[in-house]
C-alpha cells in the first residue's frame, strides 16, 4: 500500500551542486505535484503536472525543472542549489482536481 | 492579500475543550474547499471536505460562509491526539484549477 514514494527522505547539498528528487505513485493519478514548505509560509507549488506529458509552473519554479516520466513518476530537478531552496519538498498527487491531494513523506533537503 | 488566510496560531487549549479557527479566502472564482491536517515533520492529509451545507465527521464539523468568504473547523471534546496544524485548501476554478493551501493554524492540546 505504497501511495505517494519519494527519495531521498533527507539530503545536504553544497551551493551549486544538482540533484533530482524522485517521486512515484501506484494509484493510477493523473495529476501531480512538488510543493515546498518552509516555516511559516506553508506549502508553495513549484510545478505540477495535469497528466502524462504535461507540466507547467506554480508559484515558485525558479531554479526548478520537472519531468513527468510517465504516468506514475514526476521527478524535481535542482540544477544549481541554492541556500535559498533549503525547505522540505512535497511531492503528491490526485484524480483531476477531487481536492483530495495524496502527499509523499517529505524530502527534507539543506543546502549549505 | 494571500488568497487563502489562516491565524497560525498557535491555539493552545485544555483537554475535552471545543476549539473553532476560521480561514478566509479572497477570490471570488468558483471553489472547492477542503481541511487538511498535518502533524509534526509529516505529511498533509485529508481530514474533511466543506459543503455548502456544512458537514460534520465525528466531533469535528466544518462550516462555509459564502457571503464573508470563510470557512470554518470545529472540534468538539478536543483529545491530545488533535494536536497538529490544520491547514485550509481552497480549489479556485477558472481556466485552469489551482490549487491554494493556507499556512496553516497549529493547534496544542494540552492534558
Known amino acids: 500500500n505504497a501511495g505517494v514514494t519519494q527519495t531521498p527522505k533527507f539530503q545536504v547539498l553544497k551551493t551549486g551542486q544538482s540533484m533530482t528528487l524522485q517521486c512515484a505513485q501506484d494509484?493510477?493519478?493523473?495529476?501531480m505535484y512538488w510543493y515546498r514548505q518552509d516555516p511559516g509560509m506553508g506549502l508553495r507549488l513549484i510545478y505540477y503536472?495535469?497528466?502524462?506529458?504535461?507540466?507547467d509552473k506554480g508559484e515558485v519554479p525558479n531554479g526548478y525543472n520537472v519531468s513527468r516520466l510517465n504516468k506514475r513518476e514526476f521527478s524535481l530537478r535542482l540544477e544549481s542549489a541554492a541556500p535559498s531552496q533549503t525547505s522540505v519538498y512535497f511531492c503528491?498527487?490526485?484524480?483531476?482536481?477531487?481536492?483530495?491531494?495524496?502527499f509523499g513523506e517529505g524530502s527534507r533537503l539543506t543546502v549549505l | 492579500r494571500k488568497e487563502v488566510e489562516q491565524d497560525p496560531g498557535p491555539f493552545n487549549v485544555p483537554e475535552g475543550a471545543t476549539v473553532a479557527f476560521n480561514c478566509t479566502y479572497s477570490?471570488?472564482?468558483?471553489?472547492?474547499f477542503f481541511w487538511y491536517r498535518q502533524d509534526c515533520r509529516k505529511e498533509p492529509k485529508l481530514l474533511m471536505s466543506?459543503?455548502?451545507s456544512g458537514n460534520e465527521d465525528g466531533r469535528f464539523t466544518a462550516q462555509l460562509n459564502r457571503a464573508s468568504q470563510y470557512i470554518s473547523l470545529l472540534i468538539r471534546d478536543s483529545k491530545l491526539s488533535d494536536s497538529a496544524t490544520y491547514l485550509c485548501?481552497?480549489?479556485?476554478?477558472?481556466?485552469?484549477?489551482?490549487?491554494?493551501f493556507g499556512s496553516g493554524t497549529r493547534l496544542s492540546i494540552r492534558p
Open positions: 503528491a498527487s490526485s484524480q483531476v482536481n477531487t481536492g483530495e491531494l495524496f
Open positions: 503536472s495535469a497528466s502524462e506529458g504535461t507540466t
Open positions: 494509484m493510477n493519478h493523473n495529476s
Open positions: 466543506v459543503y455548502s
Open positions: 477570490n471570488s472564482a468558483s471553489q472547492s
Open positions: 485548501v481552497v480549489i479556485f476554478y477558472s481556466s485552469a484549477s489551482k490549487i491554494i
